[in-house]
């Protein structure tokens, strides 16, 4: 139970400096992972309609209405999870291969490129595991903000 706080509330804190981060420069962290990560089948809206949506067997949510869907709240635990690949998504591959490859998987050696800005987030200890975590929450801030009312 305790482990369980403090992993949320670590999570809460990363998001209040990711939203921070987000408002106080033109450069959106978390549009930016979503663009690269997310908008070629969801579209850069979030509503579904990226470039490869057409040729997808099962078209991509509408992003953009996930609280509406939710009574009104938006999911975060829900979405957190399925960037993060515990709660499984058929359409996003296996955990070992999620439709965006390793960019959200906190293996030892991350295979590409990560932002500096990242790393220093990341704080003394460089943690890929807390790198992944600051992304996947960019995504989750991002998608909250974009939400329809």
Same mark, same amino acid.
């Given at each position: 139970?305790?482990? #369980? /706080? ?18 106080? @420069? &033109? !450069? %959106?962290? @978390?549009?930016?992972?979503?663009? #690269?990560? /997310?908008?070629? /089948?969801?579209?850069? %809206?979030?509503?579904?309609?990226? +470039? ?7 078209? *991509?949510? =509408? ?10 709240? !938006?999911?975060? &635990?829900?979405v957190y999870e ?7 998504? +058929?359409?996003? @591959?296996?955990?070992?291969? +999620?439709?965006?490859? =390793?960019? !959200? ?5 991350? +295979?590409?490129?990560? =932002? ?7 704080? *003394?200890?460089?943690? *890929?595991?807390v790198v992944v ?7 989750? &801030?991002?998608? #909250? ?5």
């Amino acid at each position: 139970m305790i482990t #369980s /706080c403090l992993k949320w509330l670590m999570i809460a804190g990363l998001t209040a400096e990711i939203a921070g981060a987000a408002q106080a @420069g &033109d !450069f %959106d962290i @978390g549009k930016s992972e979503f663009e #690269s990560s /997310c908008a070629s /089948c969801h579209g850069t %809206d979030g509503k579904g309609k990226g +470039p490869v949506s057409e040729q997808l067997k099962v078209p *991509p949510s =509408d992003l953009t209405m996930l609280a509406k869907n939710n009574n009104g709240v !938006f999911p975060t &635990d829900a979405v957190y999870e399925t960037i993060y690949g515990s709660k499984t998504i +058929p359409a996003h @591959g296996t955990r070992e291969m +999620p439709i965006w490859g =390793d960019r !959200f998987n906190p293996i030892i050696n991350l +295979p590409h490129y990560v =932002d500096p800005s990242y790393w220093k987030m990341a704080g *003394p200890e460089q943690s *890929p595991e807390v790198v992944v975590r600051t992304r996947i929450l960019a995504v989750v &801030d991002y998608l #909250s903000r974009i939400q329809q009312k």
